[in-house]
């Protein structure tokens, strides 16, 4: 069975301001018809704040974090399909 590395993202968004969550969640999620980052990727929410990737797109995924300002932690997981 072929292994692939992954990373699982989770994120917070508690201390943000509200106008700056809801931008934030358009440009990770999307909105109409502009994918968001996730969907770019070809990642997957597993919950409401939590998304897996594969983990050659951690620096992409890490940049955007930063970029907003939103606390955030990895996992790396291997995925066995």
């Known amino acids: ?4 590395q992954h990373s ?3 994120y917070s968004l ?3 301001p509200n106008s700056q969550k809801v ?3 358009y440009a990770l999620k999307g909105r109409g018809n502009n994918p968001g980052l996730i969907k ?3 990642g997957n929410f597993l919950t409401q ?3 897996i990737v594969e983990s050659m797109h ?3 995924v890490e940049s955007f974090f930063n970029y907003w300002h939103i606390h ?5 997981v291997i995925v066995v399909h």
């Not at 069975?1 to 692939?4: A, L, S, T, V």
């Open 72 to 76: 955030f932690k990895k996992l790396k």
């Open 40 to 42: 770019k990727l070809k």
């Open 1 to 4: 069975m072929p292994e692939k």
């Open 49 to 51: 704040s939590c998304f």
């Open 58 to 60: 951690d620096k992409e």
């Open 8 to 10: 699982i993202f989770t």
């Open 23 to 25: 931008r934030f969640v």
């Open 14 to 16: 508690t201390n943000a």
